[in-house]
């Protein structure tokens, strides 16, 4: 009998203890949820601005940030910062800087070691 009882209040407390894991589940898997509809929103708000942007870039430059960015993991364009490639974490040699520098502003200019479309700021060290 006393094993009986002492089986009985075992089975409660470990119904107890399910059921308080569960409720930590169910409220990790809300969060997880919640979380997954925000980054949801985000891409699509995301996707849109990229669409706009892409509408008024020419379709030969497009194209070949596609194809670098198919080639380079990801990213097809690096910027460039403080004279070095933030695609391959470069830093660009003085020939390569002059030539950036004697560049128009519309050429597109490329990393000649990664390859990758550079983007050129106020920071990039020119």
Same mark, same amino acid.
Do not use: F, W
């Given at each position: 009998?006393?094993?009986?009882?002492?089986?009985?209040?075992?089975?409660?407390?470990?119904?107890?203890?399910?059921?308080?894991?569960?409720?930590?589940?169910?409220?990790?898997?809300?969060?997880?949820?919640?979380?997954?509809?925000?980054?949801?929103?985000?891409?699509?708000?995301?996707?849109?601005?990229?669409?706009?942007?892409?509408?008024?870039?020419?379709?030969?430059?497009?194209?070949?940030?596609?194809?670098?960015? #198919?080639?380079?993991?990801?990213?097809? /364009? !690096?910027?460039?910062?403080?004279?070095? $490639? &933030?695609? +391959?974490?470069?830093? %660009?040699?003085?020939? #390569?800087?002059?030539?950036?520098?004697? /560049? !128009?502003?519309?050429?597109?200019?490329? $990393? &000649?070691? +990664?390859?990758?479309? %550079?983007?050129?700021?106020?920071?990039?060290?020119?």
């Amino acid at each position: 009998m006393e094993r009986r009882e002492s089986a009985q209040e075992r089975l409660k407390e470990l119904t107890e203890r399910v059921a308080a894991v569960q409720t930590k589940v169910d409220d990790a898997t809300a969060r997880r949820d919640a979380a997954q509809a925000e980054l949801d929103t985000e891409s699509a708000s995301v996707a849109k601005e990229r669409e706009l942007v892409a509408g008024s870039v020419p379709a030969d430059l497009i194209k070949l940030y596609e194809k670098l960015r #198919e080639q380079q993991g990801g990213v097809g /364009a !690096a910027r460039l910062y403080q004279r070095k $490639c &933030e695609g +391959c974490h470069i830093e %660009l040699n003085i020939t #390569e800087l002059n030539e950036v520098r004697a /560049a !128009a502003a519309d050429t597109v200019v490329r $990393c &000649e070691n +990664c390859r990758r479309i %550079l983007v050129r700021t106020s920071e990039s060290g020119l």
